[in-house]
């Protein structure tokens, strides 16, 4: 079945550490977006792409890289693992950026604990 | 900038009773509004959505939504909760002009018991 893969689902990195957390989808959206979830702040946007080659900032994306050479993949770069990058983090993507036409659909998400 | 509030970090209801969530939007025009069910361990899953027409919007699993403009709200309900209700809810908000961008409230957790 069509959907969105995150991967890995659970990642226990140190700090200084390189990670990168993988998005696929096999809708071929152009639109897609990495989240992180912490309590208390509901999901916050790190970083979006409208298509492939084009990626743009979120309200939280110091410390994280991204890139989407395909259009169907957009892995998301934490080059130097901090304590506070600990969290939750989901990729969603949609078909268009009219959200009246095509909400958001998301992965299953990423554990991740930076020690 | 567009924000999201939701007053109620958790509730606790009874299997049966009604259940009403609170959500309310900042945002200069009207906004796409959204409410997302997350049950653990899971992805965020589209329960509803309102962007223009009748407000009140039906939704999956029999929940409901209600946008009131004098308010900013846009409250979820349910007249008779399940028990797999139980879950987390998030209410987002997203503009025209942002590319498909949403602002997310901080989620409502709910309990429900037997």
């Known amino acids: 079945d069509a959907g969105i893969t995150q991967s890995p689902r659970y990642k226990i990195t140190e700090t200084g550490r390189q990670v990168t957390l993988m998005c696929h989808q096999t809708?071929?959206?152009?639109?897609m977006f990495w989240y992180r979830q912490d309590l208390g702040h509901g999901l916050r946007l790190i970083y979006y792409?409208?298509?492939?080659?084009?990626?743009d900032k979120g309200e939280v994306p110091d410390g994280y890289v991204v890139s989407r050479s395909k259009t169907e993949n957009f892995p998301l770069t934490l080059e130097s693992a901090t304590r506070s990058q600990t969290s939750v983090y989901f990729c969603?993507?949609?078909?268009?950026?009219?959200?009246?036409?095509?909400?958001?659909?998301f992965g299953d998400g990423t554990r991740l604990s930076i020690l | 900038a567009q924000s999201v509030t939701q007053p109620d970090i958790h509730i606790t209801v009874s299997e049966g009773a009604s259940l009403e969530l609170r959500c309310n939007y900042s945002?200069?025009?009207?906004?796409?509004l959204f409410w997302y069910v997350q049950s653990p361990g899971q992805g965020l899953q589209l329960l509803l959505k309102?962007?223009?027409?009748?407000?009140l919007v039906q939704g999956i699993k029999g929940f409901e939504a209600e946008f009131k403009r004098s308010q900013s709200s846009f409250n979820l309900r349910k007249p008779s909760v399940h028990w797999s209700d139980a879950a987390e809810y998030f209410c987002?908000?997203?503009?025209?002009?942002?590319?498909?961008?949403?602002?997310f409230g901080q989620g409502t957790i709910l309990t429900v018991h037997p």
């Open positions: 809708w071929s959206h152009s639109y």
């Open positions: 987002a908000v997203g503009v025209i002009t942002s590319y498909g961008k949403l602002t």
């Open positions: 792409s409208a298509a492939a080659d084009i990626t």
């Open positions: 309102y962007f223009s027409g009748d407000t």
């Open positions: 969603a993507s949609s078909e268009e950026a009219n959200l009246g036409n095509q909400p958001q659909h």
């Open positions: 945002y200069g025009a009207t906004p796409y």
